[in-house]
């Protein structure tokens, strides 16, 4: 299937301004969610550099071919998962200037036989450059959700990376607030370290929606390295609860924002 002919798809890419910031994280756990719920969902590792998606979602091997000569994703946790990890394998670095990874990801895009998914969850690498481009010129989005960490430093680029999306017309679908505070297994403190709040505030001050804020857990990157996201292996905690409220807003983000709608019907003429 071609990405741009599903009448039923939304395109959604999980970006942040710098690294660090826990967006496979969050790309890897909202994606299990939403499958979770009855979706059809597809996840793309679009970070050809860092390719940590299939360690995080707890599969590996070659992909297969199809009849039509197309890849076949491979599969965990009732998400259809492609990355260029899968290809290169272990951790043979992939050494790469901006038109390779810009053709790669147009592979993805339309050699890889994803069937029909209701959402495409694209984990962007972090920054604004090839990677970014090639996606937002090669399909309509539906929109991006930029994720970051409270701290200025943080918020600053994910500012920047908002304004990118913005540039090249893809609609804001919300901001989340990882590592947002640590509370102390053992005494239960709230400690704030790295500030609190910040983009809440910066999503409130951009008029975009904030779709929630995560703590900083050892049981949530213990999850992304054994490759049992939270959300699989405590699906009763408040992580997943919370995991839950963040695919429910970005599911209302999306229904209620006329850019995204707009995307969707430009795929739909695009097939």
Not at 129 to 147: E, F, N, R, Y
């Amino acid at each position: 299937m071609d990405i741009h002919n599903s009448s039923n798809q939304h395109v959604v890419a999980v970006a942040s301004g710098k690294g660090g910031v826990g967006k496979s994280t969050i790309a890897v756990n909202l994606a299990v969610t939403l499958a979770q719920t009855g979706a059809a969902v597809g996840l793309l590792d679009a970070d050809i550099h860092g390719p940590n998606i299939p360690r995080m979602m707890g599969v590996g091997g070659q992909p297969q071919k199809s009849p039509d000569g197309k890849m076949t994703p491979l599969s965990n946790y009732g998400v259809k998962v492609m990355s260029v990890g899968f290809l290169a394998g272990g951790t043979k670095p992939v050494i790469w200037r901006g038109p390779l990874i810009g053709k790669m990801i147009k592979q993805f895009l339309t050699q890889v036989d994803w069937g029909p998914l209701d959402y495409l969850i694209v984990d962007l690498p972090p920054g604004t450059g090839d990677a970014q481009l090639t996606l937002c010129q090669s399909v309509a989005l539906t929109g991006g959700v930029i994720v970051s960490t409270p701290q200025d430093v943080a918020l600053e680029d994910a500012l920047r990376g908002m304004e990118m999306f913005r540039t090249v017309q893809v609609p804001i679908l919300g901001l989340i607030e990882n590592m947002s505070y640590f509370l102390c297994p053992h005494c239960h403190e709230r400690t704030d370290i790295f500030a609190h709040g910040g983009t809440r505030n910066a999503a409130e001050e951009h008029h975009v929606p904030f779709l929630g804020e995560l703590p900083l857990d050892l049981k949530i990157r213990r999850g992304g390295d054994e490759g049992i996201p939270i959300v699989v292996a405590e699906p009763n905690s408040e992580y997943a609860a919370i995991f839950r409220a963040m695919g429910e807003q970005l599911a209302v983000s999306i229904s209620t924002n006329p850019a995204a709608q707009r995307a969707k019907a430009l795929r739909i003429e695009q097939g």
